[in-house]
């Protein structure tokens, strides 16, 4: 794989920690700055509709621009917000750090996975796109705890600084590794936007967020149901959280790696092991080992889809894949937001902490269906193009037999 790959890992790794580390360290904050726990958990709503809302917004006013100095402006975003968390002096202005931060996120991770799948052949797209989200994965197991300890122990502010110097260094890297590439002076916003009228965009961008949201559905109260139902101590919460992170990594690369060999049934099996993993949980939930082996394997099966999902998009969106791409992360974030919110409805309705399971495994169920109907209209397209191709120059159908190349 390029090195500029590296480059690209490190900064989606400062971006991937940027986005946890807060949750561990509210009471921090709240602390520090005179405020509730509920207010200071404002700050990781305010970051989600950034990612949301500002990633697409800002690729499409910079739609033109070549893609390194899209990442190049993009990274210094983000050392200018964590910047600003880390000298604010009021809760205000460290809401709008971490909203600053927040508007290059989806945008960076869009951007770079579309970079990541041009410096390989086909063969290796999705193993690359995988190594750009294996540094949000990694967040999970080193970023997140590592920023949450120094937090706790040398001040919030100081995690921010770190964060301000993992930025400098991604900075770096992008501007030394990443290959020059070529102005989008073709590039269009209607173009980027004609997209999402092929109907296999809009299959991609729901199975994302179906199977982002059957994966959040569950984690978001998975610790409530880890202490309340499975019986663990809250201390116990750190170590199961990094074997969690340990799936994501093993997942994302697994999922790369069988993606570029075929990526449709690669998605299928991962969907219907996110179904039935998230299915099984609710019964292991009641036995400590078997509930933690299930939770290791929900954060393979979780994000195995994530490399896939990407590739897919990228795909369908040929032409004009960049606005699609940064979408996507967009889509994956409305997901975690409505698993989130449907499992909290479930346990609202007195239905248990297991509950919220059975939500994402119904979640990654209309994932699957929907996956298995986008590899059907490929199919689809396969057999009429085919047929296409056994029509002569004259207008007259020629024989399969006589057609050797266009079987295949």
Not at 258 to 265: E, H, M, Q, V
Not at 313 to 324: D, F, M, N, R
Not at 326 to 350: E, Q, R
Not at 370 to 378: E, F, N, Q, R
């Amino acid at each position: 794989m390029p090195l500029a790959l590296l480059a690209l890992t490190l900064s989606s790794f400062g971006i991937g920690t940027t986005e946890f580390v807060v949750m561990g360290l509210l009471p921090n904050v709240a602390g520090d700055l005179s405020v509730s726990i509920t207010t200071a958990g404002f700050l990781i709503s305010g970051y989600a509709l950034g990612v949301v809302v500002g990633g697409p917004l800002l690729v499409a006013a910079g739609i033109r621009m070549p893609r390194k100095s899209m990442l190049l402006i993009l990274m210094l975003i983000f050392i200018f917000g964590n910047l600003l968390s880390a000298l604010a002096p009021g809760y205000a202005l460290l809401m709008l750090g971490r909203v600053t931060t927040a508007i290059c996120h989806g945008a960076f991770l869009g951007v770079a996975s579309v970079v990541a799948a041009d410096l390989v052949d086909d063969s290796r797209k999705a193993r690359a796109i995988a190594m750009v989200f294996t540094g949000g994965a990694a967040a999970n197991v080193v970023g997140a705890p590592l920023g949450t300890w120094v937090g706790q122990n040398f001040g919030w502010r100081v995690t921010f600084w770190m964060l301000v110097g993992i930025g400098l260094i991604g900075l770096a890297g992008i501007a030394r590794l990443v290959p020059g590439q070529p102005s989008q002076a073709d590039a269009r916003v209607g173009r980027e936007l004609a997209v999402f009228r092929r109907p296999q965009v809009g299959l991609a961008l729901a199975m994302t967020a179906l199977s982002l949201g059957a994966l959040f559905a569950s984690f978001t109260y998975v610790a409530p149901m880890l202490t309340e139902v499975t019986g663990y101590s809250a201390e116990a919460l750190t170590p199961l959280l990094a074997l969690f992170g340990i799936g994501l990594v093993v997942g994302n690369t697994l999922g790369g790696r069988y993606a570029d060999r075929a990526l449709i049934p690669t998605l299928a099996t991962a969907l219907a092991a996110l179904t039935v993993v998230l299915a099984v949980f609710t019964f292991t939930a009641g036995y400590q080992v078997p509930a933690a082996i299930t939770f290791a394997l929900l954060g393979v099966a979780g994000f195995a889809t994530v490399p896939g999902l990407m590739t897919r998009v990228i795909s369908k969106a040929e032409g004009a894949p960049t606005l699609a791409a940064v979408v996507t992360v967009s889509a994956s974030n409305v997901g975690i937001a409505l698993g989130a919110y449907l499992g909290g409805l479930s346990i609202d309705a007195d239905l248990g902490y297991t509950s919220p399971n059975w939500i994402g495994a119904i979640m990654a169920a209309a994932a699957l269906a929907l996956t298995v109907a986008s590899g059907a209209l490929d199919k689809r397209g396969g057999r009429a193009r085919r047929r296409g191709d056994l029509v002569a120059e004259g207008g007259e159908p020629v024989p399969a037999s006589s057609q050797g190349d266009g079987s295949r």
